[in-house]
Every structure is written in structure tokens, then in C-alpha cells.
T-cell receptor, first 115, second 114 residues
């Protein structure tokens, strides 16, 4: 069990560019979550997958944001036409989904800076 | 609906002193409660969790928390602070059972003074 991994760890981009982040969950975890964390705040829920199905999206997830989990394993989060307000840490978490507590295990995050 | 309030965005303690980080929650259903720790530029690590049963929960690194339903609290404690405890701590709540959307507090930064 290697834990949740995220790539890249850091991304610097110019306003208006598109960026894509990848999350690899703990193997056999069927639930996957994306959160956004801005400076001085706790993580805020963005979206949730059960296997390949995206079951919930936050209002924070504007139409410039899209997330996929095509084969129920890794997931990608794409931000189109980035804005300076998108600068944040993007966290991915996975959970077993089969247990009674569904504890979420977090990856190290991808820090996005939009210039 | 659920929410978490962490009292004190910054807490300073001397090395060896008691650590007390406060968390109050609001939940319309029986909650699951969590404490996570975050070191700079890293993800969150689970310290401990309360689901059901014993209200005093022991976690990693000597931390523990007590679920008090009457006070809607889940404060985090450690008898003796260590320099390595300096980090940001997040309390979180989710509804019990099924899919669990976790709601986090705004965090408390713990400073340990040598």
C-alpha cells in the first residue's frame, strides 16, 4: 500500500492557460475525493467519485473545472482558462467505501500558482 | 447540514506542556469526527477518529480526543508537547453511515516553544 499520490506537486501557470492534475488513489479504494485548500483555510470539498461515477459536485466547481475517473482508478482534475483565484492547494483523498467508517486518506497535494 | 468551529487559529505552548486544541461541531445526524494534522506543503494525515462506542479516542503520536455529545465538542489533547508537534491541525465532521462528505474546520496552527 503506497498511499495516495498526486502529480505534479507544484504547478506554476499563466492566467488563461489550462492545467491538469492527476491523482492515484490507494489501490482498491473505490471512493475518490477532490478538495481545494486556500491559505489559512481548511480543505473545501470539490467533487466525489464512487468508482468511475461522479456522484457529487460542489458549487465551487465552476464550468471551468472538470474531473474524471475513467476506469475507476486514477482521476484527473482539469482547470480551463485559469484565473488568479484558482491559486490553491488541490488535495485528493481516497477511501475504501466498504468499511463502516470510510476514512479518507489524503495525498500530498498539488500546489497551483496562477500568475 | 454539518459544520465545525475551531476555537483559536493559533495556539502556542511550551515544550512539555499540555496541548489542548478546541473543536465544536454541528450536525443534524449522529456524526463521525476526525482530527487531521498537516505539515507545511504536505497533505493531511489522520490523527484519530470517532465513529461509535468509546467516547475517548486515542490516536497516533500520543494525541487523544473526547467526544462529548452534550457539549457538541471533540477537543484534541496531548499531555506533553514535543517540538515535532508543531503543525496545523484540522477538525472535521461527517454524517455517519454511507457516503460521507467531510466538512473541515479552518484549522489551528500549533506552535511549540522550546
Amino acid at each position: 500500500d503506497t498511499g495516495v499520490s498526486q502529480d505534479p506537486r507544484h504547478k506554476i501557470t499563466k492566467r488563461g492557460q489550462n492545467v491538469t492534475f492527476r491523482c492515484d488513489p490507494i489501490s482498491e479504494h473505490n471512493r475518490l475525493y477532490w478538495y481545494r485548500q486556500t491559505l489559512g483555510q481548511g480543505p473545501e470539498f470539490l467533487t466525489y467519485f464512487q468508482n468511475e461515477a461522479q456522484l457529487e459536485k460542489s458549487r465551487l466547481l465552476s464550468d471551468r473545472f472538470s474531473a474524471e475517473r475513467p476506469k475507476g482508478s486514477f482521476s484527473t482534475l482539469e482547470i480551463q482558462r485559469t484565473e488568479q483565484g484558482d491559486s490553491a492547494m488541490y488535495l485528493c483523498a481516497s477511501a475504501d467505501g466498504g468499511g463502516s467508517t470510510d476514512t479518507q486518506y489524503f495525498g500530498p497535494g498539488t500546489r497551483l500558482t496562477v500568475l | 447540514a454539518q459544520s465545525v468551529t475551531q476555537l483559536g487559529s493559533h495556539v502556542s505552548v511550551s515544550e512539555g506542556a499540555l496541548v489542548l486544541l478546541r473543536c465544536n461541531y454541528s450536525s443534524s445526524v449522529p456524526p463521525y469526527l476526525f482530527w487531521y494534522v498537516q505539515y507545511p506543503n504536505q497533505g493531511l494525515q489522520l490523527l484519530l477518529k470517532y465513529t461509535t462506542g468509546a467516547t475517548l479516542v486515542k490516536g497516533i503520536n500520543g494525541f487523544e480526543a473526547e467526544f462529548k455529545k452534550s457539549e457538541t465538542s471533540f477537543h484534541l489533547t496531548k499531555p506533553s508537547a514535543h517540538m515535532s508537534d508543531a503543525a496545523e491541525y484540522f477538525c472535521a465532521v461527517s454524517p455517519s453511515g454511507g457516503y460521507q462528505k467531510v466538512t473541515f474546520g479552518t484549522g489551528t496552527k500549533l506552535q511549540v516553544i522550546p
